[in-house]
């Protein structure tokens, strides 16, 4: 587990398809998300026992309120390539009562953290929407940079197309 103040990053635990479930149906949550075809919680549930372990390649941790002692959103390192020190990162807080009050932020540095000291990565990058600029902010507070903008290339699940910011982060630039 990697523990900061606020939040502990901790293996997705079939037993955490229940909140996942209801973050995915909630309109607030899933408006930057890509949209997605519905699921059940019968498959979220199964899709949680067949959860393949951890790798190098693809890293999913739940987020968890210390606090409150429940899980309140999801961070991963996925696409990692050690041959050029690589990774995409994705995150959301399914939990709207944590949001503004530096849950993600924290999740966000411990992940990135985790990211250059074990994974031994040079650049971790993400997409986000143009639009979402509450994650853009949080963002850009830990040290990420925009390093271009793709048109039109995320459909939301409103139906409508956004265009979407790619951002990166390299090891010195992380804002401890």
């Not at 941790?61 to 990162?89: N, Q, Y």
Request: overall charge negative; some cysteine.
């Amino acid at each position: 587990m990697l523990t900061g103040k606020l939040v502990r990053l901790r293996a997705i635990e079939p037993s955490d398809a229940e909140s996942i479930y209801r973050w995915i149906h909630d309109p607030e949550v899933g408006r930057y998300m890509t949209g997605d075809y519905p699921r059940s919680l019968a498959q979220l549930r199964k899709r949680g026992e067949e959860r393949p372990v951890n790798t190098y390649e693809n890293v999913v941790l739940g987020i968890e309120s210390i606090e409150a002692g429940k899980l309140i959103g999801v961070v991963d390192l996925r696409d990692a390539r050690p041959e050029i020190g690589r990774a995409e990162l994705d995150i959301y807080l399914g939990e709207t009562d944590h949001w503004d009050g530096g849950y993600g932020t924290e999740a966000l540095k411990l992940m990135c953290r985790y990211g250059f000291n074990v994974m031994r990565l040079h650049l971790i990058a993400l997409w986000v929407v143009a639009e979402n600029e509450r994650a853009r902010h949080v963002y850009r507070k830990v040290g990420f940079v925009e390093d271009g903008r793709h048109r039109e290339c995320h459909r939301g699940p409103d139906g409508q197309y956004h265009d979407m910011y790619l951002m990166s982060l390299l090891e010195p630039e992380l804002d401890d």
